[in-house]
């Protein structure tokens, strides 16, 4: 009897349980790797890692199988995104293994740019949650919007948009706020745009543990929000507790990527919380077949809002915060280091960085002159310490600035702004192909539509047709290179192939073949060829001249002896200039008065920058000798187009 009472009971909490939460018919894949403990640039116990790392991805696949009907666990060393193609959503939380591995793209000694690693192709379109900073770490190659601006997001949501679908279902979220203190870094940042934010905020917390409460808890990350839903297929939705805006997003959409920016794992989620993370899961799968439209290369590229930020670090009001502030450090400093002076002068034991701060001096205050000059930077010598002037300057020319891939910065268009019409006024297309077409500035016509779209055509006529054809699907995208694009999920659509900029390309530094050989009637052959440099933001010309044994040509030749120096006469376009003296190779001297010769294969390297059309004219001039005749000048010359 009593066996068959508790096995009733049994089987009712089953039942209660069971019926509690209705599976969603769902095949997910969940990715794991991280543990709860922060490993970036942080000393952590590997063991204890270890340890968390098994507990995490367990306590992920019970949080899952609660609500969905199939759920495959996989490490990330052990998967690929084929494997992806097999499920309806991906979950990660472990980095995967790229199919290319990271590049440092140098200059010289000069860092170019980072070739992020690959992770998925480009035409990926399966959903994909990706849980705290894996959203930058495996999106940076596709161009996804879930970039790093800050590993700082806490336990806390802030400003959610209750009203979009993953608060509505399928499963029941309630959202029990909080008042909290505003974020301090949120209140510092405020005034750059204009805005004043209260002393308190509602709060709703998503994880029961956080870095700022548990030392050594995992940290989760928050993504830029400017231009975040400047392209139709993204969308914000969330930010939370971090150092940067107020609205810096810890939840959002970017094609079929999903960004759950907090860092809790599944047994660390609040209950309401795990209903969210679920349907976000539900949310996203319904973007299978969807990929990126509008890509951000460039994590850090300026969209407008840094007009109003430049406006206002000119201020009286940014130089009196900045002084507040250093001499608040100062303060702070001071006092930390007579303390430690105390200990010192009663004989007491200093720690290891004591030291340091015996020998601490005050930060200096800079003048507001100064203080411009570090803000405005070229524009100083335009305006001074006139602060009306660079308001005016930076208002009337909002609508004409524009950045690049590659640039943290604004620039202005003088092309757009000479026209009147803003950049992000399809006008300004119409009226580029209409300046090109009648002859009236075919340069300006081509420059402003080569700049604003990712089409090369040779004629006005084709961009005409592109936008009268997608003239109503077009969209003007600033954190997406500040391009104009076509609204379609066509991965081959006319106008939105990012593969026309070679942005993730290192340029091929090619030297010129040399045809035939040399001999004695031929003692000299040149070739020269034009490349692309590693920063993309100048042209190399190159030239190499191979000379035949015994045989040589002059580089620096002294007053009294009667030789020819070789020569380079370089003509450039109009908008293109040489950047530097050229680089020559190495050389030998000849004779009593310090004359140089050129032996064997030798290579000069002279940059160029600008931009336009046109052609660059070369002509290499040289005498060639032995050491029993010369032969008389030679000139060679070469065209490149630009």
């Excluded at 300057?393 to 009147?420: C, H, I, Q, V, W």
Aim: glycine share 8%; aromatic share 12%.
């Amino acid at each position: 009897m009593k066996k068959s009472i508790l096995f009733t009971l049994l089987m009712a909490i089953a039942l209660s349980v069971g019926a509690s939460v209705k599976k969603t018919n769902l095949r997910v894949l969940y990715v794991g790797g991280h543990g709860d403990l922060e490993t970036i640039a942080t000393d952590y116990d590997s063991v204890a890692n270890a340890k968390s790392i098994v507990a995490r991805t367990a306590a992920f696949e019970r949080l899952l199988n609660e609500y969905f009907t199939t759920v495959k666990v996989v490490d990330a060393k052990d998967y690929n995104y084929r494997m992806s193609y097999d499920y309806d959503v991906t979950v990660l939380d472990g980095q995967p293994q790229p199919i290319e591995p990271r590049q440092d793209i140098m200059d010289g000694q000069r860092f170019v740019k980072r070739i992020e690693a690959k992770y998925f192709p480009d035409d990926f379109d399966r959903p994909v949650l990706t849980i705290a900073e894996l959203g930058k770490n495996i999106g940076g190659r596709l161009g996804l919007k879930t970039d790093w601006y800050c590993l700082c997001l806490d336990q806390w949501a802030l400003g959610m948009r209750t009203s979009h679908p993953i608060f509505k279902g399928p499963y029941k979220v309630n959202v029990t706020l909080e008042d909290r203190p505003t974020p301090e870094g949120a209140k510092e940042f405020a005034p750059m745009v204009g805005e004043v934010l209260p002393d308190i905020t509602p709060m709703w917390r998503v994880n029961t543990k956080g870095y700022m409460t548990d030392r050594g808890y995992k940290v989760g990350m928050v993504s830029r929000p400017w231009g975040f839903e400047d392209s139709p297929e993204a969308e914000w939705i969330s930010s939370g507790l971090c150092a940067k805006s107020i609205d810096a997003m810890a939840l959002g959409r970017h094609a079929n990527f999903f960004h759950w920016g907090f860092a809790g794992g599944a047994d660390d989620m609040t209950d309401e919380a795990k209903p969210l993370f679920a349907n976000a899961i539900v949310y996203i799968s319904k973007f299978a077949g969807q990929h990126v439209i509008a890509r951000k290369y460039n994590e850090g590229i300026s969209t407008r809002i840094v007009a109003k930020e430049n406006c206002y670090r000119i201020t009286e009001e940014c130089y009196n915060d900045y002084k507040r502030s250093i001499n608040q450090f100062n303060e702070q400093m001071r006092q930390h280091s007579d303390s430690i002076k105390a200990v010192a002068a009663a004989g007491g034991q200093l720690g290891q960085h004591d030291a340091f701060y015996l020998q601490w001096q005050p930060q200096e205050i800079p003048s507001r002159e100064q203080f411009l000059q570090q803000m405005a930077g070229p524009l100083f010598a335009q305006f001074g310490t006139d602060e009306a002037a660079y308001k005016k300057y930076y208002t009337d020319n909002t609508p004409y600035f524009y950045s690049r891939f590659g640039s943290y910065s604004l620039m202005l268009d003088e092309d757009a702004k000479s026209l009147g019409i803003p950049n992000n006024d399809v006008r300004l297309l119409k009226k580029a192909i209409e300046i090109w077409k009648n002859g009236s500035d075919v340069e300006k016509g081509r420059r402003l539509l080569e700049r604003y779209t990712l089409l090369r055509y040779d004629n006005p006529d084709q961009y005409a047709a592109w936008v009268k054809k997608y003239e109503k699907k077009l969209f003007f995208t600033e954190s997406g290179g500040w391009y104009w694009l076509v609204n379609s999920q066509d991965i081959n659509q006319e106008g939105n192939n990012y593969d026309i900029l070679n942005y993730w390309k290192a340029p091929e530094q090619k030297v010129p073949e040399i045809e035939g050989t040399t001999d004695q009637q031929n003692p000299v052959l040149v070739s020269a060829l034009l490349n692309d440099t590693p920063s993309g933001d100048a042209k190399e010309l190159v030239i190499r001249i191979k000379i035949h044994p015994t045989y040589h040509i002059y580089g620096f030749v002294a007053e009294q002896d009667p030789y020819i120096a070789t020569s380079f006469d370089i003509q450039l376009p109009e908008g293109w200039e040489k950047v530097g003296d050229m680089k020559i190779p190495s050389f030998k001297t000849t004779g009593q008065y310090g004359t140089t010769i050129y032996e064997g294969d030798v290579t000069f390297r002279q940059r160029i920058k600008g931009s336009g059309h046109g052609e660059v004219k070369l002509n290499v001039n040289y005498q060639c000798c032995d050491a029993h005749a010369c032969f008389p000048p030679r000139d060679v010359a070469f065209n490149f187009p630009l």
